[in-house]
């Protein structure tokens, strides 16, 4: 007996997970995204910052007579960090993704879920350094904070959450 492939229901692609292939489709994403995803965002966002500072640099050596900045030049130092903080600043109050959170699929957003203000953005900046120059302290704080939090989402009252995805009512209220 011949059976149509038309009269059959069309079955849904799914990845191939052996046991663990029901758990797959109904296990939803967590609120937050966990710390390999933002430390692989931070990293892009390291290229792209790096080519910034390039082009930042260039702007301002007419100023220095064509030479080089000596390594520990105040404000020169002043001015790459201004710099970067404009980077992420605008990213983060205009849409709240940079560049290598966009690629990710992640955005940073109040704790409301509306746009972080410039004061936010700056304590984020600053904070997000210290959480980094502590040994990366601050970042590793996601792994034992229950919403996945790190140092400077807690102290500029801000978080990461999946781009696109509307937010929980659990999360919207927190």
């Known amino acids: 007996m011949h ?7 069309p079955q849904p692609e799914k990845a191939c997970l052996g ?3 029901n758990f797959a489709l109904v296990t939803p994403k967590p609120d937050s995204p966990g710390l390999l995803r933002r430390l692989a965002a931070l990293f892009y966002d390291t290229l792209v910052l ?27 130092s002043g001015y790459l960090s201004m ?13 709240g993704q940079t560049l290598g959170m966009r690629a990710w699929k992640i955005r940073v957003c109040t704790t409301s879920g509306d746009s972080v203000s410039w004061g936010q953005a700056a304590i984020r900046f600053i904070c997000g350094l210290l959480s980094f120059a502590c040994f990366g302290l601050g970042y590793i704080w996601i792994l034992f904070d229950s919403r996945r939090r790190a140092w400077h989402d807690l102290a500029s009252r801000s978080k ?10 659990k999360t919207a209220m927190t």
């Open 3 to 9: 059976t149509s492939s038309a009269s059959l229901p």
């Open 50 to 76: 790096v080519a910034v500072l390039f082009v930042a640099t260039l702007l301002i050596l007419p100023f220095h007579d064509g030479q080089a900045f000596r390594p520990n030049h105040g404000l020169y």
């Open 19 to 21: 046991a663990f292939d």
């Open 83 to 95: 710099v970067g903080f404009a980077y992420f600043g605008w990213f983060w109050t205009h849409g």
């Open 160 to 169: 990461i959450v999946w781009q696109g995805r509307p937010l929980s009512e």
